[in-house]
């Protein structure tokens, strides 16, 4: 083995470990939940991507009244009579503010596409809904992240922890530990959702969720549909409640 791929595999896995230790470690037992009044309007923040669009459109089809914050609006080629959508930017403290307050939940599938080099687009956006929920007094937070840190550490399978992770997604993956413990350090009632990788085919309505979920030799894959539908079981469910299930097929 030549220095260069040994000193290669000691990265990717020294960097594994420190996304292990750097994202939320889920611990038992838990915080008792307080009791909940009923949900009826969300917001939904990311709304214009995969999973926030199936967020969109299984929110509106269980009956909810929908805001989103949108960067873009007309990428999100939805309309329905229930469904509010406001231009803003999540990186903009002052609009999220704003947006946050007079709802009952809060679900974020953001994400973006700035790989290279250090970014805190994920951690930044995700304080600013933090602060906002707080402010207002909204308590539930359901949010995206995905396998492969904190406690999942590894569990993408080989291929994200020796190549995918390492060598195109190592600052994007920095800044999601960031993100988990900004929202894990909050008081809020929380779930971290970290899916496998995400597909767009349909929705299959049966998965696996927990927290052991995933594998450390294969990749393990989920449809952004399920994701979507996982993550709305949270509004109503205080079984994951201020830890971080896994969701993969
Ligand atoms: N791809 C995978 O295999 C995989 C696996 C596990 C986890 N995940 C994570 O799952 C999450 C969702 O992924 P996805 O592929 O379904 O979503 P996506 O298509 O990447 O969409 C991301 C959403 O975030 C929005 N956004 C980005 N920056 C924003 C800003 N400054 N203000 C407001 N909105 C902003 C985007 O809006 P615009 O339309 O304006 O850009 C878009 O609506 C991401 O965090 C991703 O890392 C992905």
């Known amino acids: 083995m030549s220095i260069a791929f040994t000193l290669f595999l000691a990265y990717a896995l020294g960097l594994s470990v420190a996304l292990g230790r750097a994202g939320h470690r889920s611990r ?4 008792p939940v307080a ?20 967020l969109v459109r299984q929110a509106l089809e269980r009956g909810y009244a929908v805001t989103v914050l949108a960067r873009s609006p007309a990428k999100l ?10 231009r803003g930017d999540v990186l903009d403290d002052t609009a999220v503010d704003a947006v946050v307050r007079g709802h009952d939940a ?25 602060r906002a929920m707080q402010a207002h007094g909204v308590r539930r937070f359901i949010c995206e992240t995905s396998l ?20 195109v997604l190592p600052f994007y993956f920095w800044d999601k530990t ?30 696996h969720h927990g927290h052991r979920v995933g594998s450390y030799v294969t ?25 971080a299930p896994g969701v993969s097929w």
Not at 77 to 86: C, S
């Open 28 to 31: 038992a037992p838990q915080v």
């Open 35 to 54: 009791a909940r009044g009923p949900i009826s309007r969300v917001l939904i923040i990311g709304a214009t991507g995969g999973t926030g669009r199936e």
């Open 77 to 86: 080629r939805i309309e329905h009579p229930q469904l509010t959508v406001r």
């Open 106 to 130: 809060v679900l974020s599938a953001l994400g973006h596409r700035r790989y290279v080099g250090p970014t805190r687009i994920l951690s930044n956006g995700t304080r600013h809904i933090v």
């Open 148 to 167: 492969g840190i904190g406690d999942s550490a590894g569990r993408m399978g080989l291929y994200y922890t020796f190549f995918v992770i390492p060598v």
């Open 178 to 207: 960031r993100q988990e413990r900004v929202i894990a350090s909050s008081d809020l009632d929380w779930v971290i959702v970290r899916p496998g990788v995400l597909t767009d085919s349909a929705a299959r309505g049966r998965y």
């Open 219 to 243: 990749t393990v894959h989920i449809s952004r549909a399920d994701v979507a539908a996982f993550m709305l079981e949270q509004l109503t469910s205080d079984t994951y409640v201020r830890t």
